[in-house]
């Protein structure tokens, strides 16, 4: 009943501390408000059935006895209610698992990340700066990574930017290549999915290495774009 307690503790210590990164009045604040307060509900009665005395056994048979018990822990222990049935078919999909093991993002660990991400700072440097504050350390740069997508579903402003490899910077890999040449290939690329380095190599006759490097950059250009 301890460790319930304290998974419902914590939920609710993450959900507050996203209220900030929130647009206030939005359904996402809306919808951190309610599950808060759902899972405040669900703490409190926690909380009070620990706190009964325990009542003297009657002279019940023992399948009653038992049964009457079990039904109660069983209650008390439930999955505490969500408010997901208030929320229309648009609302974001329900939180991620934590991506620590055995642990859980911390109010704390949240800031940081958000405020380091939105500055402009490497992943890695974000682990390690995450992995210096209290609690069980993250599993690598993939934890990282699946946080800031696990925000961004939740509603929390974050910079975009690739998620994966960083693309070449565009200014090494167009040298020597005419604009129009450029600009060609960023239309046939957005025009079809299936036009890459491959294509462009054969229909530019650039070098196949220099084609799949060109194609990179595009794509990560179009997708930034849409």
């Known amino acids: 009943m301890t460790d319930a307690r304290e998974r419902i503790a914590l939920r609710i210590e993450e959900s ?35 706190a009964e005395p325990e009542e003297p ?43 620590f093991a055995g642990g859980v993002w911390t109010g704390e660990r949240i800031e940081k990340l958000v405020s380091m991400w939105n500055a402009g700072d490497s992943k890695e440097a974000i682990l390690a700066a995450v992995s210096a504050l209290p609690g069980e350390p993250p599993s690598g740069v993939g934890a990282i990574t699946g946080k800031i997508s696990d925000l961004r579903e939740r509603g929390v402003e974050l910079t975009q930017r690739p998620l994966g490899r960083r693309a070449p910077p565009p200014e090494a890999v167009f040298v020597g290549i005419p604009d129009d040449d450029v600009e060609e290939a960023r239309k046939m690329m957005r025009a079809s999915d299936r036009c890459g380095a491959r294509q462009l190599h054969e229909y530019f006759g650039w070098p196949l290495t220099r084609a799949q490097a060109i194609a990179a950059v595009l794509r990560a250009q179009i997708q930034a774009a849409a």
């Open 16 to 50: 507050r501390a996203l209220l900030p990164f929130v647009e206030p009045g939005s359904l996402m604040a809306a919808v951190a408000a309610a599950r808060i307060g759902a899972y405040e509900t669900a703490l409190a009665d926690i909380d009070a059935w620990m």
């Open 57 to 99: 056994e009657e002279d019940a048979p023992a399948e009653k006895a038992d049964a009457a018990a079990i039904a109660e822990i069983a209650a008390a222990t439930a999955a505490p209610p969500t408010d997901f049935r208030l929320v229309p078919p648009s609302a974001p999909p329900p939180e991620r698992p934590s991506t």
